[in-house]
């Protein structure tokens, strides 16, 4: 037998001690959120990154199985890096190479596990899913049954059967006080009023995922009422919202209503319990331009469906149109609730959703009247407004909706308005490619959170703004990195950043449990509804709540209380189901996960 020299023996101890102890360490280590990544996890070939922030001394990470008793993959951390936004200093976990389906945690010694992960093939469909199903929680006007809405069933609400006409809003036709039936719709938010503006960008980012990802779609089951039916669930979902819609146009002028509301916010309470008169107030430009783009949009797509919904395309298409002119008519009427107030009553308090500038509106409905009709009148306007600049989608600048539709169907564009997508396109890119610059010096390897005014009032929708406007450079050019780095906006949304939270009530292992929303306050289940994006950090801190940190990318606060940043509204849940939804319809596509 070969003798050890002295060295050699001292080596292999050191080996059996640390075979030994690491098991030992590991499983004495406890969860913590410290670790903070996407806690539904990871495709088998996607990036795959932790984050643990505050002081670190280990030099190592593993991923082990979730009884920590076995390490799977070791790696080492990154350095440390302090984040511009608050005084949470990082390191980064890096993972991409292990590819293995199961579920794991990452340990760090000294510092704990994270929450338990999944990687495989549909590790996100429960994002795309169940964000989709939040609309339905959020219906008006009808009963949420047991076996669709689980736990959360509940009463119809409003009937919206008797609306009154508002004084700013009456007409010879339509005198104050006349009544007229407006039901169905969503919910805007936390409250219970139903606003055409915020539904606008809604409507039109949903119809975009589903034009985008059409055959993704046809598939997908989200337990709704209609599910077996023959239309896809999505399109059920915002076929319930456009036709809430369609009550807001004055048949007599075709201008819409900028809302349907109370005269003030109901309590933190049940929507079967309110009884307050219902008014729909004064229309606007917004408003009635938001509406034809929409229409427009429901007109092309709901033509596939004659069978199913005869004469909706049609009808959709005459909304459009009627509305289009009642803009050129009233080319800068205003919402200024302000202004209203001093000359009407009852004095209206719910949101005003107030615009005064109407360039992307009038982009944007352009846009969509003019792939549905290819009427040269309305690309003239679309040529008109290029002149102006454009940003993320949102309920006060939905140019860019315009922009996507115009490269969605550019093939099918005359010669001149492929010009013009041409240069949409160039917009299009340039915004992407500033996106990629700064995600290697952010602590938190996201694109979301490159500058301070990505944390605002609802700014985790701009976290999925972002990532969908990636999505489409990758539509446009069928370059991956677009969608790697999208995919780190949905992690962060869904667990990697600074607060520790995957923000979508109902997901993940720490998400919110009390959003500023009267039907998850109201009805007294401890977890919420689910499948809704809360607003997030929001440092300007507008409710005056009681906050623990302050810090742009840490002011968050999960209390009812905290409208700021707590809660939530169909405009940031659009979205999300945009981005979820497009990720996992592109996965195999894109190499996440083996072809089936």
């Not at 008793?69 to 070791?74: A, E, K, S």
């Not at 000359?343 to 549905?372: C, H, M, Q």
């Amino acid at each position: 037998m070969k003798v050890l020299s002295q060295r050699s023996a001292s080596a292999l101890q050191c080996v059996l001690i640390c075979f030994l102890v690491l098991p030992t360490q590991l499983f004495s280590q406890t969860v913590t959120s410290r670790i903070s990544l996407n806690q539904l996890g990871f495709y088998n070939f996607s990036p795959k990154t932790a984050v643990v922030t505050g002081p670190v001394n280990a030099v190592n990470f593993y991923i082990t199985s979730t009884n920590l008793r076995d390490t799977l993959y070791t790696g080492t951390l990154g350095p440390e890096v302090k984040s511009a936004y608050s005084n949470t200093i990082t390191k980064q976990a890096v993972f991409s190479t292990f590819t293995r389906s199961g579920s794991y945690v990452v340990v760090v010694p000294g510092v704990g596990h994270s929450y338990v992960f999944e990687i495989g093939n549909g590790v996100n469909s429960l994002a795309a899913i169940s964000t989709i199903k939040g609309y339905y929680y959020q219906r008006v006007s009808m009963p949420l049954e047991e076996k669709f809405a689980g736990k959360w069933h509940r009463s119809a609400g409003h009937p919206d059967a008797v609306v009154y006409i508002h004084a700013s809003a009456a007409t010879k036709e339509r005198p104050e006080g006349t009544i007229i039936s407006s039901p169905g719709g969503w919910y805007d938010a936390g409250d219970y009023n139903k606003y055409i503006v915020n539904s606008g960008v809604s409507m039109g980012t949903i119809f975009s995922a589903y034009e985008d990802f059409p055959e993704y779609f046809k598939t997908l089951n989200t337990n709704i009422p209609e599910s077996n039916d023959a239309i896809p669930d999505i399109l059920n979902e915002a076929l319930y919202n456009l036709r809430w819609m369609l009550t807001m146009q004055d048949p007599n002028d075709g201008g819409v209503y900028n809302k349907c509301t109370n005269a003030a916010f109901d309590g933190m309470v049940m929507p079967g319990i309110t009884k307050a008169p219902r008014y729909v107030v004064q229309k606007g430009t917004a408003a009635t331009l938001d509406f034809a783009a929409v229409t427009a949009q429901a007109a092309r797509i709901f033509k596939q469906y004659k069978r199913q919904f005869p004469g909706l395309a049609d009808s959709c298409l005459l909304a459009a149109t009627k509305a289009w002119q009642w803009a050129v008519d009233h080319p800068a009427m205003e919402y200024n609730q302000g202004a209203i107030n001093q000359v009407n009553k009852p004095e209206i308090s719910t949101g005003g959703y107030g615009d005064r500038t109407f360039n992307d509106e009038w982009l944007w409905a352009a846009a969509e009247l003019f792939v549905t009709t290819k009427e040269a009148r309305y690309s003239t306007v679309v040529n008109e407004q290029m002149k102006h600049g454009v940003g993320l989608p949102s309920w006060a600048n939905v140019g860019m909706l315009g922009y996507y539709t115009y490269l969605r169907f550019a093939t099918q564009l005359p010669a001149a308005a492929r010009d013009t997508a041409l240069r949409m396109k160039e917009r299009i890119l340039n915004i992407a490619n500033g996106y990629l610059q700064g995600v290697k010096t952010n602590a938190f390897a996201t694109v979301m959170g490159q500058s301070a005014r990505d944390f605002n009032w609802g700014g985790n929708s701009n976290a999925a703004n972002q990532g969908n406007l990636l999505i489409k450079a990758y539509q446009l050019t069928g370059e991956k990195h677009y969608v790697d780095h999208a995919l780190t906006n949905l992690d962060y949304l869904l667990g990697r950043n600074a607060t520790g939270y995957c923000f979508v009530t109902g997901l993940g292992s720490k998400s919110p449990m009390h959003p500023h929303h009267r039907p998850s306050v109201g009805d007294g289940i401890i977890e919420p509804v689910p499948g809704l994006l809360v607003g997030g950090p929001n440092p300007g801190m507008q409710d005056k709540c009681q906050y623990e940190f302050t810090e742009p990318e840490t002011a968050y606060a999960d209390i009812d209380c905290s409208y700021a940043s707590n809660e939530i509204a169909i405009n940031w849940n659009a979205p999300m189901v945009y981005l979820a939804n497009a990720v996992e319809a592109l996965k195999t596509k894109v190499g996440y996960v083996s072809k089936q």
